[in-house]
């Protein structure tokens, strides 16, 4: 399995590097590479690096869902092509990765926002008829972010890539938890990059507006991904954080996107630690403190939940990830028990 990219490129202007790093033969030997964009900018790159991808065929992604990744790696598998460049945001780039991973071939990632670590990770985030999954994939052979085009997307979807990064502190501390409850192994290396990517980012002082904040997040969301290959599985990136994600993304689609929802379901979990786990309440306050500087949701009612909704979603929450070991597994708390914690968390951190 591939661990780390060959290259990564965050700069304004980073496309013109595309036609240069497609030339290396590692990538494409003759030349036959794909290119599949999304809606939003994906047809405006397209067009606009069309001179150096020469004779490229374009693909349109409709969507992040299983069917779509699986129809975009027939037409692959059917052109044989040696490569294929993915230009858009986190669901264009998941279901190219699992259409490259179906075809067989190496894939480039040209993100156009920074919402979550998808963008550079071995997994993908795929909707299907019975709701959301996450699939393994091989993750990009190499990465660009150009920071004009990021700056071109809604800032909400930019703002949402740091809750993704921050939950990595609640990820590694269940990945910690789980070893010295059940003797799950863990990869010191994994866990390193992980926390490295969220102590970044959170003592980063500029916000989105800067083109230092955009590369420090753009790199963090790297890092996430790389320390997931190193992991052979999400875990360093993916605690009771994104259980609870993943189980309001079921019971209430629409509350809001998987960054967005990451960092509130990062800001729970420490705040579970704080009350049953004796965590130093300094955590929970500097998780809230980054969440709320860059006017990000922290609460249920940001996303248009009440307290009763929020507590069914986290006692449905461990159901999402069978297997995984994370705060909410350790203190297996019924539905009941849980809606007053986070009617005490409300509360607290609510204003």
């Not at 190496?106 to 993100?111: I, Q």
């Amino acid at each position: 399995m591939l661990t780390a990219p060959l290259s990564i490129d965050v700069r304004r202007g980073a496309i013109a590097s595309l036609g240069e790093l497609l030339a290396d033969r590692r990538i494409a030997t003759e030349g036959r590479v794909a290119v599949a964009v999304g809606p939003g900018q994906g047809d405006t790159i397209a067009e606009d690096i069309r001179p150096t991808l020469a004779d490229c065929e374009v693909f349109r992604v409709p969507g992040g869902t299983v069917d779509a990744a699986v129809h975009l790696g027939s037409q692959l598998r059917g052109g044989s092509y040696e490569a294929i460049v993915a230009i858009g945001g986190g669901k264009t780039i998941d279901a190219t990765k699992y259409a490259a991973t179906l075809a067989g071939i190496p894939m480039v990632s040209v993100a156009t926002n920074l919402s979550h670590d998808g963008i550079c990770s071995p997994v993908a985030s795929l909707e299907h008829e019975k709701g959301k999954g996450s699939f393994g994939v091989v993750m990009p052979l190499a990465m660009i972010v150009d920071l004009d085009y990021v700056r071109s997307a809604p800032e909400r979807l930019v703002r949402s890539g740091v809750g993704d990064v921050i939950s990595n502190f609640s990820a590694v501390a269940d990945w910690e938890l789980a070893h010295a409850q059940t003797g799950e192994p863990i990869d010191r290396l994994a866990l390193t990059v992980a926390r490295t990517a969220a102590e970044a980012l959170i003592h980063q002082p500029n916000s989105v507006e800067s083109d230092e904040f955009l590369t420090v997040l753009a790199e963090g969301l790297v890092l996430s991904g790389m320390a997931m290959s190193f992991a052979g599985s999400s875990q360093p990136a993916s605690g009771g954080d994104h259980e609870i994600l993943h189980a309001i993304d079921q019971l209430f689609p629409g509350s809001g996107n998987h960054g967005e929802l990451a960092g509130i379901g990062a800001l729970f979990c420490h705040f579970l630690r704080t009350e049953f786990l004796g965590e130093d309440p300094a955590k929970v306050r500097l998780v809230a403190e980054c969440l709320a500087r860059h006017r990000l949701p922290m609460m249920p009612g940001d996303v248009g939940l009440t307290a009763e909704q929020f507590a069914q979603a986290v006692a449905f929450a461990p159901s999402t990830r069978p297997g995984r070991y994370t705060v909410l597994e350790y203190l297996n708390l019924d539905e009941a028990a849980i809606l007053p914690v986070v009617r005490k968390h409300i509360q607290e951190f609510g204003s």
